[in-house]
């Protein structure tokens, strides 16, 4: 919903020179998680950024719907026989 705010003023603010950094780094944009559903380790070291427009509530859930993509999906049964050097952590 705040995307809407900027989409346009953005441009503006930034012709007008005012500081924006603060704003980009703040919780509107960059919001940090730690949920259980979601994978603590990976086999990617890759920098990965997805668009998400659902409920805060429901992220929690969302895992397998923002990274739906096979790279993203680890076995359980698979993981345990991978080896544990090859796995980077994940922040969200």
């Given at each position: 919903m705040s995307s809407f705010l900027f989409l346009k003023n953005i441009p503006v603010?930034?012709?007008k020179g005012v500081e924006?950094?603060?704003l980009f780094?703040?919780?509107i944009f960059c919001y940090s998680f730690d949920y259980d559903e979601w994978p603590s380790t990976h086999t990617?070291?890759?920098e990965y950024m997805r668009p998400y427009n659902g409920s805060?509530?429901?992220l929690r859930t969302s895992y397998r719907q923002i990274f739906h993509e096979?790279?993203?999906r680890i076995d359980p049964e698979?993981?345990?026989s991978l080896d544990s050097s090859k796995f980077y952590k994940v922040s969200y």
């Open positions: 603010l930034i012709e924006i950094a603060k780094d703040s919780n990617d070291s890759d805060i509530f429901d096979a790279r993203f698979t993981e345990a």
